[in-house]
């Protein structure tokens, strides 16, 4: 049977004891996510009589009831299989990943994803923001970008003679700041930013044509890495002192983009071999609305899974060079996007 008392309903087709607000909606765009209750003008502007077909929102961890007849006699299910709240494939991808309090997981992929956990979002017109799935109490945030690995792909072909060992070898010879040279490279056009091209700029923020192969790929990296915190700052992220940084995706093995990632962050870096993160985080947050709710804190719901490993640590004198760097290359994008608009 499942769980009775909280938010928990009771028997089938019940609706939980009471309604809460929470998670479901939040990536609707037809949530105050602050105040965690249906937004009555965006439901206006969509459809008529929208609320009543939507039901109020509700804890994510609630159970809802039991699977209806229908699943039963279809599928074989147990009658008494009871129901959790749903949620989308990205925050049930930060369930799985167990980000916790301040945490970050980032995705190395074809397009690089960062999830971030926040406590005061402060939500702008790029990324998303969205109830926390674990924790009604705080938000997570999800920016894409579409120039991943693609793009260091083609950087790799161009001035690492298509090796990965080289390309490491041009990252490991360089100095961390790159020697105030700084890189824009979008081969595609951007979500965040929104422009296209390659831009680079000296010391002395004049644009330039060309860098040498080692600093074009030093260029790359740090100016992926500087993006990423840049906007995720815009969206209320900080770093804290417990912060981690959960890595996935193909570019994670790769241990001196990293520590790139590492020393433009100010975090240390964990990997993760969690496969299918969507698909494992469903079944945690099912597991958390059985084992007790809101009563239970998502961190005993995932204590005994497998423990991330330590990839990186911020190199002594990270947090001066980059203090001083992201200030430059926040205005550089604008000068660029300034420019963009200008034509």
């Known amino acids: 049977m499942p769980p009775t008392g909280g938010c928990r309903g009771r028997g089938p087709g019940a609706q939980p004891t009471h309604w809460l607000p929470g998670l479901r909606g939040s990536g609707m765009n037809l949530l105050q996510i602050q105040d965690k209750v249906w937004s009555q003008a965006c439901l206006l502007a969509c459809a008529p009589n929208l609320e009543e077909k939507l039901g109020p929102p509700v804890l994510p961890c609630s159970v809802l009831g039991n699977i209806s007849s229908y699943y039963v006699q279809r599928y074989g299910f147990s009658p008494e299989c009871p129901l959790v709240t749903f949620t989308g494939d990205n925050p049930a991808s930060l369930a799985g990943m167990r980000l916790d309090e301040g945490d970050i997981a980032v995705s190395l992929g074809t397009s690089d994803t960062l999830f971030l956990w926040l406590q005061e979002p402060t939500p702008a017109l790029e990324g998303h923001i969205f109830c926390n799935p674990v924790d ?57 930013p929104e422009m296209s091209g390659r831009h680079r700029f000296n010391a002395e923020n004049q644009e330039v044509a060309a860098f040498p192969g080692d600093v074009e790929i030093r260029a790359l990296i740090e100016g992926q890495f500087m993006a990423k915190r840049i906007h995720a700052e815009s969206l209320g992220y900080q770093v804290m002192p417990k912060t981690k940084i959960l890595a996935t995706g193909g570019a994670s093995h790769n241990a001196d983009i990293l520590q790139v990632l590492a020393d433009v962050f100010g975090a240390s870096v964990y990997i993760t071999d969690t496969a299918s993160s969507a698909c494992v985080g469903s079944a945690y947050r099912a597991f958390h609305g059985l084992a007790g709710g809101v009563d239970m804190p998502f961190s005993e719901v995932v204590k005994s899974a497998p423990k991330a490993r330590l990839a990186a640590t911020p190199n002594p004198g990270a947090a001066q060079v980059y203090q001083a760097l992201l200030p430059r290359y926040a205005k550089l994008e604008q000068r660029i996007l300034s420019q963009k608009q200008s034509l």
């Open 136 to 192: 009604p109490r705080h938000y997570m945030a999800l920016l894409c970008f579409k120039n991943g690995s693609l793009m260091r792909e083609k950087i790799r072909d161009e001035s690492a003679s298509g090796s990965w060992r080289e390309f490491s070898k041009a990252l490991q010879s360089t100095e961390m700041g790159n020697g105030g040279n700084l890189g824009f490279y979008f081969d595609v056009m951007e979500i965040t």
